[in-house]
């Protein structure tokens, strides 16, 4: 079945990158893409950035930008999603989840909770 | 891109329906046919709900329905189930070519 299944909890210092993967299965990698999007505690849902796992481009929200990295491994059809310069406010569960073009997120990861704490 | 607005909170007896507001501008919710819906329990991973304004998927109960109006999307739940207790988000493509979320509604089933 189609699966996204991302990888552990992580603890960091602030001023630290976190780099959180996401394998992907059950369906042909190259023809969705894939989105972050985070939920710090009690809060709702952001929307991080996109990448084509076809070519590799990618558009990231403007409050991130300069901050996070997205990256594709096509020969192990995994997403990994890398913020930098980390802060107390980056303190979140980071979710992937896969659309077709302008369409729904219709399959989601299990979510990968970050803590940035000293 | 600021968040679409969504009620904090809505609730309703079982049996009944509720409808969650989600207001935008032209330039997301009223300007695309691609508003989506998202329930999301506890320490879950959202799910989808109803896509392209008022499509649902494959295994998601007839009891909930979409709608758009202008830059105003609407999601209702009819015939109110205990199970249907959730966070409720959309989310819209915008003309950045970003997407942008509401900041979500608690249902709460009285």
């Known amino acids: 079945q189609v699966q996204l299944v991302q990888s552990g909890a992580e603890v960091k210092k602030p001023g630290a990158s976190v780099k959180v993967s996401c394998k992907t299965s059950g369906y042909t990698f190259t023809s969705y893409y894939i989105h972050w999007v985070r939920q710090a505690p009690g809060q709702g849902l952001e929307w991080m950035g996109i990448i084509n796992p076809s070519g590799g481009s990618t558009s990231y929200a403007q409050k991130f930008q300069g901050r996070v990295t997205m990256t594709r491994d096509t020969s192990t059809s995994t997403v990994y999603m890398e913020l930098s310069s980390l802060r107390s406010e980056d303190t979140a569960v980071y979710y992937c989840a896969r659309t077709v073009s302008y369409g729904a997120f219709d399959i989601w990861g299990q979510g990968t909770m970050v803590t940035v704490s000293s | 891109q600021s968040a679409l607005t969504q009620p904090a909170s809505v609730s309703g007896s079982p049996g009944q329906s509720i409808t969650i507001s989600c207001t935008g501008t032209s330039s997301d919710v009223g300007g695309y046919n691609y508003v989506s819906w998202y329930q999301q329990h506890p320490g879950k991973a959202p799910k989808l709900m109803i896509y392209?304004?008022?499509k649902r998927p494959s295994g998601v109960s007839n009891r909930f329905s979409g709608s758009k109006s202008g830059n105003t999307a609407s999601l209702t739940i009819s015939g109110l189930q205990a199970e249907d207790e959730s966070d409720y988000y959309c989310s819209s493509y915008t003309s950045s070519s970003t997407r942008v979320f509401g900041g979500g509604t608690k249902l709460t089933v009285l």
């Open positions: 392209d304004v008022s």
